[in-house]
């Protein structure tokens, strides 16, 4: 009975680990946005892709590529990227937008 329960657990673990991943990569999404003068539409960030990578540790954890998208003149869209390794921030990518 205990094998038939370890799959869902992990699932469980994997799901609130991905959704505290996600509230963290919202945030730093808000931050880098506010630092530029920047909108975050939606008030959201989506999982891109997701794998597994090693840290500078050496331990393995996920890598997980969050999407986003931000305007700097409130009407058009623009998509930014941040990646997140473990809890770690390890890339920003905001692609090329209007300064006002």
């Known amino acids: 009975m205990g ?15 991905t959704s ?7 945030v730093v999404a808000k ?4 630092q530029q003068n920047l909108q975050l539409l939606d008030d959201t960030v989506a999982l891109k892709k997701t794998r597994l990578k090693r840290n500078h540790k050496g331990h393995v954890v996920l890598l997980r590529q969050f999407m ?6 409130g009407e058009q869209r623009t998509l930014g990227e941040l990646h997140l390794l473990g809890k ?4 920003v990518h905001l692609d090329v937008h209007r300064i006002h």
């Open 3 to 17: 094998w038939l329960l370890l799959p869902l657990i992990a699932a469980l673990v994997y799901w609130w680990d």
């Open 20 to 26: 505290a991943a996600k509230d963290r990569a919202r």
């Open 31 to 34: 931050q880098q946005c506010e």
């Open 68 to 73: 986003f998208e931000f305007s700097s003149d």
């Open 88 to 91: 770690k921030l390890t890339h």
